[in-house]
């Protein structure tokens, strides 16, 4: 029997012909008045998918986040749930729950009580509910909190009480709205790890919206980057950072340097890009651009080497410059290195060892360097 492990690591049904979406948005736009929320989108998401909505506010994922849940209907296009179309089917209706940023439970009951809510709303016998309180609590590692009331509980309990009262229902999607946005920073990264393991173990799909991108990364399978109410791009967390498809999602996610140029040549698998004050880059690619076209180059922070002196074939991929800023973070050491072009690059590095017996100066003359396949060509 495979671990939960080696199931999250080989699980990949988008990349299967054969497989079916669970999940469909087909050719969906929202409008308020004159304001297109999400325009003409189409995307799908698979079934035990841990699915991450990611961008910046007003970039409509919420909003899709709500068709789905069914608080607001499309104004064109279909949304399908497991083969059927969820046109005017209501909330309570819908095999789906979700869970808000602000938990909104009820400040009047316990525990247990706001996890029972919906099971009794929804006619459950007595004795299964308290069955299922009791599992959902033992899930969510709150057996002794049951009888307090939420204000007797800290914030990443509350969260936890949230999750349990979303999950009593045993929804086949559960949707899940900023849901750590509350939480400090450490708390949310512990949490981040549990939404994980207990998506595996239910064998649910959750769908969640998010501004937070080390959040997405660190938890979804695949991630769409949205912007004005279109996707982006749709791959895993690897395939965003490391190969992202524009200009856009490359200055989106994480730290980036980018370069703008000409096409100097383009061939047998690489561009050569003619960039500010002789600066030659050459890129692996399949791309064959124009020679003379504009094309930029993207590269990781932790792509660059900053070395003290040139390095051999220091005519490409190479350029010479000035330490403008040093920033020692315990774990790496963030460099800002302005170029004789005026540009600034930032690099980084790790700090395998406890000490350096010579460390890098402001102002010291440095050069940085980077390999043909450490970064990709912007064709946009």
């Known amino acids: 029997m495979k671990s939960l492990g080696n199931i999250r690591r080989t699980f990949a049904p988008w990349a299967d012909p054969a497989s079916k979406p669970f999940i469909s948005f087909k050719n969906v736009t929202k409008k308020f008045g004159d304001f297109t929320a999400v325009n003409d989108l189409s995307l799908n998401i698979y079934h035990r998918e841990f699915f991450a909505l990611l961008g910046a506010s007003g970039c409509g994922k919420s909003t899709l986040l ?4 069914g608080f607001e209907q ?8 497991d083969g ?20 909104a439970l009820f400040p009047h009951m316990t525990v247990e009580k706001n996890i029972a809510f919906g099971l009794r709303q929804d006619g459950m016998p007595k004795d299964e509910i308290i069955e299922r309180v009791m599992q959902m609590l033992k899930m969510v590692k709150l057996e ?21 009262r979303s999950l009593a229902k045993r929804p086949k999607v559960l949707l899940l709205d900023e849901p750590l946005g509350a939480l400090d920073k450490k708390l949310r990264e512990e949490t981040q790890f549990e939404l994980m393991d207990l998506q595996q173990n239910l064998g649910l799909t959750f769908v969640v919206v998010t501004h937070d991108q080390e959040e997405a990364m660190t938890m979804a399978d695949r991630i769409a980057v949205m912007s004005h109410g ?5 791959a895993t967390p690897a395939e965003i950072y490391e190969a992202p498809n ?24 690489r561009v050569e890009i003619a960039v500010d004050s002789g600066l030659t880059i050459k890129v692996a ?12 180059f993207a590269i990781r922070p932790e792509k660059l080497k900053v070395l003290r002196h040139p390095p051999p074939h220091s005519s490409v991929n190479a350029a010479s410059g000035e330490l403008w800023d040093i920033g020692y973070l315990g774990d790496m050491t963030v460099f800002h290195v302005k170029l004789k072009s005026g540009k600034v690059v930032k690099a980084s590095s790790l700090n395998a060892q406890r000490a350096v017996d010579d460390p890098f100066t402001y102002d010291q003359e440095v050069w940085i360097s980077f390999a043909e396949d450490a970064g990709v060509l912007l064709r946009d």
Request: charged share 15%.
């Open 74 to 81: 499309p104004t064109s296009g279909e949304v399908i749930l």
């Open 84 to 103: 059927t179309n969820l046109a005017g089917t209501p909330p309570h209706r819908r095999p789906v729950n979700m869970m808000f940023q602000s938990y």
């Open 246 to 269: 524009s200009r856009f999602v490359a200055d989106f996610i994480g730290d980036v340097n980018i370069f703008d140029g000409q096409v100097a040549s383009a061939g047998a698998g």
């Open 285 to 296: 690619t399949s791309d064959k651009p124009a020679k003379g076209s504009n094309a930029g």
């Open 144 to 164: 002794q909190f049951a009888s307090r009331k939420p204000n007797q509980l800290s914030g990443g309990q509350r969260q936890r009480v949230a999750l349990a």
């Open 66 to 69: 709500r068709m789905l849940a």
């Open 230 to 234: 279109k996707v982006i791009q749709v």
